[in-house]
């Protein structure tokens, strides 16, 4: 967990003055998102701070946020895949914050460093692990200004966090990203947390973080369950005799997870990610959990709480 010291710290590799990594003034829309998990740690806990998103949330995105989402523009990322932002743009807009949130090695230390030199704007980085997310929301809290609700967001993740954490442990996985399925999430990748997390086994072992594998690496792994994000991927492996059949003869189970407005176990990896672990925690609780944790994280319960669903 980063405590006040540690962000201090993070704050002086940066450049940062402490005043600067305690908190920032609350000025509408003076805050950037360095990629889309900075974005929705943002959007959960001060909203009216976010100058823009790094990657504009599609239509059927948008209908699960908070009106004012919409309205927002799209300003590219300065960390992260997808449209990089111009350095010149940003540094127009006058932002009083720039806020990073994900891995905390050095290579991003370095690239906030960087930008941090040639912007001149404070740049702070928050560890994006799962079992971080109560500290990154109270950190987020005292350097928006919206304390209140980023300890009242905490106090809610650390009970998510911990009945996750006593979740009966699942199978071996294959989590399956993309319309192909073989894009994936390696063992220990951020991409894979909430299911490794809860005690299921990732089968995909060799590389780090997520790439891409061959369809005969995922028979020969002979994961017990396909885990995806993806509808179209999930019918099509549906009704596959080689992504389903397992070498003892028996059929893997297909785990469909809802996608909207986020994934539940990355896509990005960031808040979103305690939807799923909710899910694995009460997995035969009804919906209005969800739901409510839904409406605290993006500003709008929707008509309808998507449901992961087993496929056989």
Known sequence: ???????????????????????????KGDVIAAGQPAALLIWAVARERLAGWPRKPNPEQLSGLAPEAAALPELGGLAGPGRQAGLEAIAALHPRLILDYGDTDPQNVEHGERAQARLNIPWTLIDGALTRIPDA?????????????????????????????????????YYARGGDGLETGFRGAL??????????????????????????????????????????????????????????????????LPDRPFGWIDRPPSVNRLLGC???????????????????????????????????
Not at 9 to 15: F, N, S
Request: glycine content about 10%; hydrophobic content about 50%.
């Open 1 to 27: 967990m980063l405590t006040r010291r540690a962000t201090l710290a993070l704050g002086a590799a940066l450049g940062l003055a402490p005043s600067a990594c305690e908190r920032a003034p609350a000025v």
């Open 137 to 173: 929301f109270r950190q987020a809290g005292r350097l928006l200004d919206a304390r209140d609700r980023g300890d009242g967001l905490a106090e809610e993740a650390d009970k998510v966090l911990t009945r996750w954490r006593a979740a009966p442990p699942g199978g071996s996985f």
């Open 191 to 256: 991409a894979t947390e909430v299911l490794e997390g809860a005690g299921w086994t990732n089968v995909a072992v060799g590389e780090t973080d997520i790439g891409r594998v061959t369809l005969e690496q995922v028979v020969a792994w002979d994961p017990e369950v396909l885990v995806t994000l993806d509808e179209g991927f999930a019918r099509m492996a549906l009704h596959s005799e080689v992504w389903r059949r397992r070498r003892n003869g028996m059929l893997r189970r297909i785990l469909l």
């Open 278 to 312: 909710a899910w694995l925690a009460a997995p035969h609780d009804g919906v209005m959990a969800l739901a409510m944790l839904n409406r605290r994280l993006y500003g709008l319960a929707p008509a309808e709480i998507l449901r992961p669903q087993w496929l056989a």
